[in-house]
C-alpha cells in the first residue's frame, strides 16, 4: 500500500533563507507524488507533481522537489523563502490501483516564515 | 478556467436540517471527489465520481448523500448531521481517475 511521511510537523525559517520540507514515501510500484499547499481556510492548490519523467521538477511560486528513488524521498524546496509561503503543506502520494485515483496525504507539515 | 467553484463558502444547520452542498468544474474533468477535513488534520476522501458513476465510497455515513448530475456537477446532501461532522469539505477534480486533482476553496461547515 502507498504511503507518505512528512518528517516534520513545523518548520519555521526567516524571510529570505532556504525552505526544505521532506517527505519519504513507500510505494509498492513507480508512484505518482505531488506537493499542495493549503493556506488557512482555504482550499489546495497544486505546487508540483512527479509522475516518472524528469526526477527535478519544478513548481510554482519558485518550489522544486526532487525524486530520489534510492532514498524514496521527495523533498520540496525553495531557496529564498517569502513572507506569502506561510501555509500548511501536504505530500501526496496517488494510489492508482483500479485505476482511480485515491490520494494518500501526508500528515502536513506547517510552515512558518517570519521577518 | 482551471478553477473548481463549491457553494456555499459557509454553512451552518441544525442537527435536523437537510442541506446540500455544491460543486462545480469547467475544465472537462471526468472524474470528481469529495473529501473531509478536520481542523489540523489532512483531508479524508469520502467519495470518488468517474464518469458521473460513484466508484469509490470510503464507507461514510449515509447522512452524506452524493450526486453527480452532469460531468460538470456534483452534490453531497446532507441530513441529521451530528456537531461531530463539523469540518472543511473540499470538492476536487481531475481530468481522468489518475491525473492530478484540483481542490475548490472548501465549505465550512458547522453543526450545531
Known amino acids: 500500500a502507498q504511503s507518505v511521511t512528512q518528517l516534520d510537523s513545523h518548520v519555521s525559517v526567516s524571510e529570505g533563507t532556504p525552505v526544505l520540507l521532506r517527505c519519504n514515501y513507500s510505494?509498492?510500484?513507480?508512484?505518482?507524488l505531488f506537493w499542495y499547499v493549503q493556506h488557512p481556510n482555504k482550499g489546495l492548490q497544486l505546487l508540483l507533481k512527479y509522475t516518472s519523467a524528469a526526477t527535478l521538477v519544478k513548481g510554482i511560486n519558485g518550489f522544486e522537489a526532487e525524486f530520489k528513488k534510492s532514498e524514496t524521498s521527495f523533498h520540496l524546496t525553495k531557496p529564498s523563502a517569502h513572507m506569502s509561503d506561510a501555509a500548511e503543506y501536504f505530500c501526496v502520494v496517488s494510489d492508482e490501483g483500479g485505476g482511480y485515483n485515491k490520494l494518500i496525504f501526508g500528515a502536513g507539515t506547517r510552515l512558518a516564515v517570519h521577518p | 478556467d482551471t478553477e473548481v467553484t463549491q457553494t456555499p463558502k459557509h454553512l451552518v444547520m441544525g442537527m435536523t436540517n437537510k442541506k446540500s452542498l455544491k460543486c462545480e468544474q469547467h475544465?472537462?474533468?471526468?472524474?470528481m471527489y469529495w473529501y473531509k477535513q478536520k481542523a489540523k488534520k489532512p483531508p479524508e476522501l469520502m467519495f470518488v465520481y468517474s464518469y458521473e458513476k460513484l466508484s469509490i465510497n470510503e464507507s461514510v455515513p449515509s447522512r452524506f448523500s452524493p450526486e453527480c448530475p452532469n460531468s460538470s456537477l456534483l452534490n453531497l446532501h446532507l441530513h441529521a448531521l451530528q456537531p461531530e461532522d463539523s469540518a472543511l469539505y473540499l470538492c476536487?477534480?481531475?481530468?481522468?481517475?489518475?491525473?492530478?486533482?484540483?481542490f475548490g476553496q472548501g465549505t465550512r461547515l458547522t453543526v450545531v
Open positions: 475544465m472537462g474533468h471526468r472524474a
Open positions: 510505494s509498492s510500484y513507480s508512484p505518482s
Open positions: 476536487a477534480s481531475s481530468l481522468t481517475g489518475t491525473t492530478e486533482a484540483f
